[in-house]
């Protein structure tokens, strides 16, 4: 029988905090990146994201992100665009709700994104000028 010669496995690392989340530079955009928000979660590391230049785009989860950082409908993410495919983009980071604000305070984000919002809120905003009328009225029966 072989001796134990660790404390535990992938789930005990599992919990413990590297800190790196405490207080982080800000990240601000370079040429050929764009902010963007998460619209709705695809699978396999990909979602859609909706571009803050107008355009909504196939986002690819990078591989250092996968597994480590939990990206969600409503987040804010820096995204590189690709040279070769303009629909697509790779998210490079994910900021928190306070790093957020605070790119809408520097003017980096535009006045009408909405932060903490999540697929859901973003949905039933479209449709909240739509009446569901079928034409029934109840009144008359």
């Not at 601000?28 to 994201?49: D, P, S, T």
């Not at 909706?50 to 690819?60: K, N, V, Y």
């Not at 697509?88 to 790093?99: F, G, P, R």
């Amino acid at each position: 029988m072989p001796k134990p010669k660790g404390k535990g496995g992938k789930n005990r690392r599992r919990g413990k905090g590297d800190g790196e989340e405490a207080m982080r530079e800000l990240e601000f955009k370079e040429e050929g990146q764009e902010y963007a928000q998460v619209v709705k979660m695809l699978g396999n590391g990909r979602c859609e994201c909706f571009c803050f230049d107008g355009i909504t785009r196939l986002g690819h989860i990078r591989g250092k992100m996968r597994k480590k950082v939990w990206v969600t409908a409503g987040d804010i993410v820096l995204v590189g665009k690709r040279d070769f495919q303009d629909e697509k983009v790779d998210i490079l980071h994910k900021y928190t709700a306070d790093e957020a604000r605070n790119l809408k305070q520097y003017g980096e984000l535009p006045e009408h994104a909405r932060i903490n919002e999540t697929a859901v809120d973003l949905a039933m905003t479209g449709d909240a000028d739509n009446d569901d009328d079928i034409g029934i009225d109840f009144d008359d029966i």
